[in-house]
């Protein structure tokens, strides 16, 4: 079992950019769901998603996009990317719809100038 | 709005001695979530707690929750190098439990 797994690990985009961050799960896990960190703000849940077909979105879904069209894959969409965007993602996975423990990936530091 | 406090936000300790992170939330929840992050890494979860009066112990760690006081603690017995690193704790968000809220985190660094 690779667990969940993210690409890129760190990406650099200039302000307007469109760009996806990958996430993939191979634990067939219903539940996945992205993160941002920032410096001494903890984590903050941007979308998740509670089985293929079916997202929703966290407390600071402004900017993202997400689709859930397989249960491995749940991919996150800067649709315009701003400066503010700058921090590090985790997405993770639950084996149910109703959280459990979370596996977190490994995290893409995401820096926008 | 559920909000998820920590204290402290900052902890250096020497090794051998015991503490306590506190975790305060401010609306109703059965349920609440510890994880690890060391620099640099991605997180880990530490202990799961399901119900009030839930206790959970890993080794030098031990968790428990009192849903009544909103007021979960994770105890530190005996700290040695190793449990130097960053402790959240999380919470779902009252009106849908898919939806976590985490405090801003425990750094502790524990010094021979």
């Known amino acids: 079992n690779a667990g969940v797994t993210q690409t890129p690990k760190f990406q650099v985009l200039k302000t307007g950019q469109s760009m996806t961050l990958q996430c993939a799960q191979d634990?067939?896990?219903?539940?996945m769901s992205w993160y941002r960190q920032d410096p001494g703000m903890g984590l903050r849940l941007i979308h998740y998603?509670?089985?293929?077909?079916?997202?929703d979105q966290g407390e600071v879904p402004n900017g993202y996009n997400v689709s859930r069209s397989t249960t491995e894959d749940f991919p996150l969409r800067l649709l315009s990317a701003a400066p503010s965007q700058t921090s590090v993602y985790f997405c993770?996975?639950?084996?149910?719809?109703?959280?459990?423990?979370?596996?977190f990936g490994p995290g893409t530091r995401l820096t926008v100038t | 709005e559920l909000k998820v406090e920590q204290n402290p936000l900052f902890l250096s300790m020497q090794e051998g001695k015991n503490y306590t992170i506190y975790c305060n939330y401010s609306?109703?929840?059965?349920?609440l979530y510890w994880y690890r992050q060391d620099p640099g890494k991605s997180l880990e979860s530490l202990f799961v707690?399901?119900?009030?009066?839930a206790v959970k112990q890993e080794g030098r760690l031990m968790a428990s929750l009192d849903t009544k006081a909103r007021l979960s603690t994770l105890h530190i017995t005996a700290a040695v190098h190793d449990l130097s690193a960053t402790y959240f704790c999380?919470?779902?968000?009252?009106?849908?439990?898919?939806?976590?809220?985490f405090g801003a985190g425990t750094r502790l660094t524990v010094k021979p």
């Open positions: 998603s509670v089985g293929a077909g079916i997202t």
């Open positions: 609306t109703t929840s059965d349920r």
């Open positions: 999380a919470v779902p968000a009252p009106y849908n439990n898919n939806d976590m809220r």
């Open positions: 993770a996975s639950s084996y149910s719809r109703e959280i459990y423990e979370q596996y």
């Open positions: 707690l399901l119900s009030n009066g």
């Open positions: 634990m067939n896990h219903e539940y």
